[in-house]
């Protein structure tokens, strides 16, 4: 008798292929979900990969608008980054993917969801808070004694692989962790960047878009020497892509600190959300208030580690993600951008909402600005100080 | 008889050549005061100038040391970055000059302290309000109404020049408000950057360095391939600049927020702030306890907008730094940086004080880290969200 | 010829009179604007005084329903509190006149807006950031040096009063600032508080409300043993006054931090305002996410700031007013509450949207919390403490 | 043979009884370790108890002078309370209990540290974040599948206490955690505060007290009527919990969140440390500039949480704990309260270290101080706030 209906978060490689085997040892029904969130993969290899080693149903989800639209777009809205580097490209994709993978289970009434995250990663909270706040139970066969003390290694899996059939890679995969998607690619260890990488600086002549943006996100963006122009939002993100991944835009080698507890070392490339990170933040800080900026920066800071941390479906997180939006109410406007050897140049931006008021700033000038106002703005604020140092002194004599 | 000895912030510009000598003309005594932090000047031909002009006595002071160690370092170790792009190299360098300035004041007797800075930007409230927390009276002629009055363009500065006998540049100055010291350069009109500049993407060799970071602060730096190097505070950052300098490093052109209340476009240069920013940055989160780093990342932000708004010399601002320094007491590795056209790539980093522990993130290894910890990680991390879940369906149905 | 019209913020007594009186001598036109925000006032009387010294119109504004609604809800959203003690009952008003004001003006097409706030205080700023956000020009006698030359003193302005036949006050009221309206009185000397007041405990039985709160303002109080209800923002915050006011609930004597840099010192009575401070925290502490709460204990405390700073009418305040009215959606529920001799004591709390869960605490169920996975929690948890003293050890010994 | 050696933090009553020999029973030797930290408890019945059910070893240790000084006061130094209510009486307990326990482990070479939190409450966290950060392997038998499986209820211990010889006492306590030590008594149990409580208001004469405090914390506490001094830091503690206790000061009833992610109701009186509370806040408001209280303030609340949710042996606590320190260098002074029927009135407060200058606020005194400084300040910070609107305005139109 089964033990009941298993969705897998299906990647097509060798671990998740073992998994979704093993399961079936176990006694499950196993139904393979295998989410498109625009990694390099063969969609229908790994349909018929599934298939072939006992899955029920597989599933083969094309989440890669909504990605962008529902995930990637109010990321850009927040700047989101985290601890001051990382655009979070792994951990946005989690939510997506396990959202789609909750509506699976409960449609072919699954008892469960699992994944083949690792332990020690941050990889299995995001998938299983999402499932958590979702609803179904979870299984993480990597926190499972019988699993791991069964598969201490990459032998084990390759061992168990050839006994079962399952199709083992020519060329072995990196042994590590490794996450792509529409956002980033990602690998967690140190050689998957050489130093022949970072140098290989394109010399391919700079690139100028102009990209406008509305309450905070693009919706055009257009090449101004080949007047090539993008208007869907997963246009203009693998368009940007394309351009900034020939210039190794977006290229980070980091320690980064894990929710687990632990500094673990990230190599990323993020090509068309380091061009977005920027043109955003520079149209928002045009047309934005300065004292809504700092507020925003604060709930962006928010943002950004609850994303990290796995808890895009969490209440906190919903209601920054609102106030956020409430505040990109009039970022909007046109910036121009060069993007060069790696680097990313705002040229300018223009927009109906700034503030920003040429007449004003200008010294030539006065307008209804007077001079002298400075002179009280700043003896006013000098009171405290003033106040202050006569105390020190005082203490100092006595 | 006199009103009085005022010390002049003097630049050897027009500006503050003609305030000298209309100060003078006012019946004020003035003792004119070149600060040397890092700017390309002449300063023996300001001292004649400022002498010929009437100067009572002239102190040209080398402040680049004292600017490095006490200005640059605490920036370096706050990570401070306003509105999350300029790295504040005209907000430290005010109240260094002017501190020298007050001192000044007081040793020779003086009334007030003077200076060119104009009435809409930020540098006037830098000057003052440091000014004021240490003590004397300020004369800034650019807010007061006999003066502006007097001089609405640059016309009137030029007329009033010929007519006493200032000399004029040949080649007239850009006419908008520069900066340049050892930290960047700037220059608040458009036109500073054209667009070879930034194209302009130097073809040397990527550069390695190896600089050692002890409590937060750069002790050495060493060119890997050219082996020079270099360990004085003014020689490392000097160094860098030269390095930086020579691939475009930290050119950025926004918009930013002033303290008065105006959003004003910024062209600036620091190619050396920008160098340190990425490895400090890097060394900070390779040995920093995450919570720690996330409290301080907070002071950070603190930091960065008192200095823009002028409070180094505030209660406030001493705080912070002594907070900050505080969390700095492990910041010490090595950091290596290749630099390349525009670009600061972080290739490696080592330190003995790190908590990086490869065995303890390494998946092979268990340690006394159990995969089944996470399971109850999770899920008492998730017990508030299906709490919330459940109500939100309560109510749902309710 | 008249210098234009000038609608003046009235309020009846000595200081405001002589203004107005002053500037028709000055050549101006003034209306009289007179709010009725809950002060003890002879509003007829005023009204008659006004015209007697020659305001061109009066206007009596009641502006006690918006006052309640408008500015003292969003106030008890915010559990704004300024400094952790003060509950900004001044604060909030001023803004609230001052819209009015502004509203007269426009409709009346005068060319001013003036008002009696010194220039020592934060209410000259409340005012003026209030008009200059909504439009019109300012006229703040006792800023200009005409006028406050003149009155040096309480006795210039009585000389003033007799010889201009203002009626002067029998029994002279205080020569100090004072504030008074439905959501507090202040006093900023220190004899407004005697001994006695503070001892004199009123020995009423104790009071129990319910009040029923819903999206985090109140809409129905009633008095347990009286069976009396409340059911308008008016009246129940008026009630809320009349039992708080009787046990003297709200007394404080404080010193706080001005706007302007000073600290000063100030005297509150702020009845009704501190038993919602204490409901409405009690409530949302109840039914609030906790890290959605943590987030909004920030968004309150930047509002308090804001508000008392005179940043009302600001985006920064609008965004943040906006943020918390959203914090607030299941904030629903009613509260028991005693009031007894200056204190305010929670009895107890019910909400259909509280996630409180009397079963998921209870060490007797246990439902499907583990008490195992508490260990997990808290192992993963100390990873990172574990680490760090590692660290700590090793470096202690080499 | 034995599993090694156990020290349990033994409390005397029935389930660390049961502990105690349970744990014997499955084989380890057991070090019964009692802490003094102010509760109402026989000491020496304890410890004869402990002995008579097999302790190997019973150490009693008086940690109440340390409870004080490095405990209490740093949290009155941080103005400690979480969300806005709970003054950690009981977090703040568990850390200084665990660290002896550690000690004595050490010591005794011991295996593990035991205690009988519980699995759903926060001192399981706290106690064993403080262990895991200072060393030993612990073992908490209510989240031990052995001892939780067999002990479901209260009966099940009682039946077990038969068995073995454990003296149930004669008035069954009640069946709810309890916590007691010299900061506070908690009950999470509503039945604990009974109506008859909060309104029973002792009609004791107004308590009049000075305390001085240095640096943030209490250095002598005199009432004023009676002349009695306390001046060691457990003498002052305990005369303001008793003055304290007189009135019923600081007795809430309140809903919590606990780390663990439930709310929970927790019923507390925190006699001393309400009193302390008041004082100390109104001495750093009146000493401390407001710029640094303003930083303090959040750094207080970043402190509240890491004690609550058990980190206060943690990198930012300690952290934190070094810059709430370092900030209360000026908060000195004299501090005059009022203590009646569960209120605390703070009637005054004089300091040599208060920025608060009475000529500065007086409105009689001009000092260097001009209105019409005011002017400039009030319309520079309008600019923004003019801009805006402008815009806000031009939007609507167009």
Redesign the interface.
């Known amino acids: 008798m089964s033990k009941g209906t298993v969705v897998l978060a299906y990647s097509g490689g060798l671990d998740t292929s073992c998994i979704l085997v093993w399961l079936k040892e176990q006694g499950y029904d196993v139904i393979a979900y295998l989410a498109n969130i625009g990694q390099d993969e063969d969609f229908d290899a790994a349909r018929k990969k599934a298939e072939s080693l006992g899955a029920k149903k597989v599933f083969v989800e094309d989440l890669r608008a909504e990605f962008v639209e529902e995930f990637i777009w109010p990321s850009v809205q927040a700047?989101a980054i985290y601890?001051?580097?990382y655009l979070l490209g792994t951990s946005i994709a989690r939510p997506c993917i396990a959202r789609r993978q909750v509506l699976i289970a409960r449609q072919e009434g699954a008892q469960y969801v699992a994944h083949g995250a690792?332990?020690?990663g941050n990889d299995?909270?995001r998938f299983?808070?999402t499932c958590?706040?979702?609803?179904p139970s979870i299984l993480?066969p990597?926190?499972i004694?019988e699993f791991?003390n069964r598969f201490?290694?990459r032998k084990d899996l390759m061992d168990y692989a050839q006994k079962h059939g399952i199709p083992v890679p020519a060329t072995p995969k990196a042994p590590?962790?490794m996450d792509a998607n529409l956002m980033h690619i990602s690998g967690s260890q140190?050689r998957v960047v050489r130093?022949s990488d970072?140098?290989a600086?394109d010399s391919f002549g700079?690139f100028l878009s102009r990209s406008v943006l509305a309450a905070g996100v693009p919706v055009k963006v257009t090449h101004l020497k080949e007047g090539t122009s993008k208007t869907t939002p997963l246009q203009i993100f693998t368009y940007l892509n394309e351009i900034g991944g020939r210039h190794g835009v977006g290229?980070?080698?980091?320690?980064?600190?894990r929710f687990?507890?632990?500094?673990?070392?990230g190599i990323y490339e993020t090509p068309g959300g380091t061009i977005l990170y920027h043109a955003h933040?520079?149209m928002e800080?045009?047309t934005m208030?300065?004292?809504?900026?700092?507020?925003?920066?604060?709930?962006g800071?928010?943002f950004s580690?609850l994303v990290y941390n796995?808890?895009w479906?969490?209440?906190?997180c919903e209601?920054?993600r609102?106030?956020i939006a409430?505040?990109q109410e009039n970022v909007e406007g046109k910036v121009q951008v060069?993007v060069?050897?790696?680097?990313v140049?705002?040229?300018?931006?223009e927009s109906?909402?700034?503030?920003?008021?040429e007449e004003?700033?200008s010294?030539?000038v006065q307008g209804d600005?007077?001079?002298?106002?400075?002179?009280?703005?700043?003896?006013?604020?000098?009171?405290?100080?003033?106040?202050?140092?006569?105390?020190q002194n005082y203490?100092f004599r006595?």
């Open positions: 700047n601890e001051d580097r690792t332990g020690k299995q909270i299983e808070l958590y706040a979702l609803y993480a990597w926190r004694p791991y201490k290694g590590w962790s140190p130093k970072v140098r600086a700079a290229r980070i080698d980091i320690v980064e600190n687990i507890g632990m500094k673990c070392r933040l520079d800080i045009f208030d300065r004292e809504v900026r700092r507020i925003k920066q604060g709930l800071i928010n580690e796995g808890f479906y969490s209440p906190e209601f920054v609102h106030c409430k505040s060069s060069l050897k790696g680097h140049y705002i040229l300018g931006r109906p909402k700034s503030p920003y008021n004003l700033v010294m030539d600005y007077n001079p002298c106002d400075a002179s009280g703005f700043i003896k006013i604020n000098a009171v405290r100080l003033k106040e202050y140092n006569r105390l203490s006595s």
